[in-house]
């Protein structure tokens, strides 16, 4: 089958690979229609991790089933299905709490496993014609059948999800003033689900114009880094700080002073200072404790200058993850299948699977509007 494989930084290739089949009873077989590719996905293609060449990418995976192994009792061949980033067993004691991205069954000696990933384990990603999705039962979303919001379905696999977390972890509550930092997709559906949760303010910063311009689109007030302070601008602004903020940029994080450099902290320790005291941040921006491109030791270990004077002074609460993705695709579905929420104002571009290094190269460089890439193997 034809795949998306890694071949060494800024360079990825369409290739033959062995096709996909199920390898244990409890797993299924999905033809593949829908494929998205993340910011998450850049970290590896930049070489900032530790990711070998080889390595079939794709954790945004939507299909249909083409084939169920013969201990699978709920999913059927046929079935349009969604599939959380997340691996996950069902059955252990943070999956059973519905902490689904910390499973510690499908990824011995760690927490959490995901398709296509770098230190998540062996599951090969499903930027590729099919895919092989373990623990099928307890993993397929299934969708209404048909091709009708496929792409609204395919935001489900994990950046939805992902900003609707960003919300949970942050504790966003109706009428309160949330600041956003990146109008990635993730920042984008942190405002989109912090409005959904009721909001009654929200502020996006970024200075890439189509994404600001996406924030505007659903309400929320822009903040263009590149010209103004933004922590001081949303201080002034709320009266005194956000109730709540989120980090959807994580450590590749350009600096607000000088955006031609990395300052891996930059985004933490501007929410540090956005939000109003005993406030809470929600931090899905992706921190790791290996960075072979970080600008020095400390930061190439993970270990970064957080402020956390300020953070106790003020006494502010942060959670931070791997979003638990099943814990909240199902509600989110249904937003999308009554017509409550169309996250598909994100995707910016649909294009095959032979086009991924293309698209790869003009998402990275967010040049000519690419926000988000569907890719359809
Ligand atoms: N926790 C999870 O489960 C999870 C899931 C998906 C993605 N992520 C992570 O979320 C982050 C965002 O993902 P994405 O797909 O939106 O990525 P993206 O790379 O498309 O977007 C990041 C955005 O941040 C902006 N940015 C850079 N520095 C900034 C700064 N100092 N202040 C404000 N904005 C800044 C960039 O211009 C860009 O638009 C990544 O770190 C990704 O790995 C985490
Ligand atoms: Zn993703
Ligand atoms: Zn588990």
């Known amino acids: 089958m034809k795949a998306v494989v890694y071949q060494g930084p800024f360079d990825v290739a369409v290739q033959e690979v062995a096709d996909a089949r199920i390898e244990h009873p409890g797993d299924v077989l999905v033809r593949v229609t829908s494929s998205a590719i993340c910011g998450s996905d850049l970290h590896m293609y930049e070489g900032r991790t530790d990711a070998d060449a080889g390595m079939v990418f794709g954790h945004e995976n939507l299909g249909v089933v083409e084939e169920v192994g013969s201990a699978v009792t709920r999913v059927r061949k046929g079935q349009r299905v969604v599939m959380p980033f997340n691996v996950?067993?069902?059955?252990?004691?943070?999956?059973?709490?519905?902490?689904?991205?910390?499973?510690?069954?499908?990824?011995?000696?760690?927490?959490?496993?995901?398709?296509?990933?770098?230190?998540?384990?062996?599951?090969?990603?499903?930027?590729?014609?099919?895919?092989?999705?373990?623990?099928?039962?307890?993993?397929?979303?299934v969708l209404p059948e048909g091709e009708e919001n496929e792409a609204d379905y395919a935001m489900l696999a994990d950046i939805f999800p992902t900003g609707y977390h960003g919300c949970e972890l942050a504790g966003v509550s109706p009428g309160e003033t949330v600041a956003v930092y990146g109008a990635g997709p993730v920042g984008l559906m942190a405002a989109y689900s912090a409005f959904l949760r009721g909001a009654s303010r929200v502020f996006v910063v970024d200075r890439v114009p189509e994404r600001l311009r996406l924030a505007e689109q659903i309400g929320a007030v822009a903040v263009d880094f590149s010209s103004v302070d933004p922590a001081g601008m949303i201080v002034e602004e709320t009266g005194g700080g956000a109730d709540k903020g989120i980090d959807a940029v994580g450590y590749q994080a350009r600096g607000?002073?000088?955006?031609?450099?990395?300052?891996?902290?930059?985004?933490?320790?501007?929410?540090?200072?956005?939000?109003?005291?005993?406030?809470?941040?929600?931090?899905?921006?992706?921190?790791?404790?290996?960075?072979?491109?970080?600008?020095?030791?400390?930061?190439?270990?993970?270990?970064?200058?957080?402020?956390?004077?300020?953070?106790?002074?003020?006494?502010?609460?942060?959670?931070?993850?791997?979003?638990?993705?099943?814990?909240?695709?199902?509600?989110?579905?249904?937003?999308?299948?009554?017509?409550?929420?169309?996250?598909?104002?994100?995707?910016?571009?649909?294009?095959?699977?032979?086009?991924?290094?293309?698209?790869?190269?003009?998402?990275?460089?967010?040049?000519?509007?690419?926000?988000?890439?569907?890719?359809?193997?």
């Open 88 to 141: 996950a067993c069902g059955f252990c004691r943070n999956c059973e709490k519905g902490f689904t991205g910390f499973c510690t069954t499908v990824n011995p000696g760690f927490a959490g496993g995901a398709y296509g990933y770098v230190s998540m384990g062996p599951y090969r990603g499903g930027q590729a014609e099919y895919l092989r999705v373990p623990f099928a039962d307890f993993n397929c979303l």
């Open 256 to 377: 607000h002073g000088d955006p031609s450099q990395e300052e891996p902290a930059g985004v933490l320790n501007a929410l540090i200072a956005t939000v109003r005291p005993t406030g809470a941040l929600g931090v899905p921006g992706l921190y790791l404790t290996s960075d072979p491109g970080g600008g020095d030791e400390q930061a190439r270990q993970g270990r970064l200058a957080f402020d956390i004077g300020l953070m106790f002074e003020k006494g502010l609460r942060m959670g931070t993850g791997q979003a638990n993705v099943k814990r909240y695709n199902r509600q989110l579905r249904d937003l999308i299948a009554q017509g409550r929420a169309t996250p598909s104002f994100v995707v910016s571009h649909e294009v095959a699977l032979d086009q991924a290094p293309m698209a790869y190269d003009k998402f990275d460089r967010h040049v000519e509007g690419y926000t988000k890439v569907v890719l359809h193997p």
